[in-house]
């Protein structure tokens, strides 16, 4: 089983920045894909903001492209998303996904645009 730590997130101004760290423990499968999904208010899924998978391809959804950046640090089971030009749309809770036999989610983390 596979376990996640989230940080990160938190209020910040349109226009501004914002980084997401999602460390991954346990069986940690070499294959696995890792990414954030998010859930905005009053919406009932998550949508998909980014994934990575080995060997380190990314997929970004397409109001993600071009704004947001994720990384992968396999010597620390770390991926990291840095959010560049929020707007109020992006507010969401952003859960971290890992993918490999099973999904694994962590524990979610805010992510406020207000001015």
């Known amino acids: 089983q596979v376990q996640l730590m989230e940080s990160g997130g938190g209020l910040v101004q349109p226009g501004e920045s914002l980084r997401l760290s999602c460390q991954a423990s346990?069986?940690?499968?070499?294959?696995?894909?890792m990414g954030w999904n998010r859930q905005g208010p009053g919406r009932t899924q998550r949508e998909l903001v980014v994934?990575?998978?080995?060997?380190?391809?990314?997929v970004y959804s397409e109001s993600a492209e071009g704004r947001f950046t994720i990384s992968r640090d396999n010597t620390k089971n770390t991926v990291y998303l840095r959010m560049d030009s929020l707007t109020p749309v992006d507010t969401a809770i952003y859960s971290c996904?890992?993918?490999?036999?099973?999904?694994?989610w962590g524990q979610g983390a805010q992510v406020t645009v207000s001015s």
């Open positions: 346990g069986r940690i499968a070499s294959f696995a894909s």
């Open positions: 994934r990575i998978s080995s060997p380190n391809i990314p």
């Open positions: 996904r890992y993918s490999a036999y099973t999904p694994s």
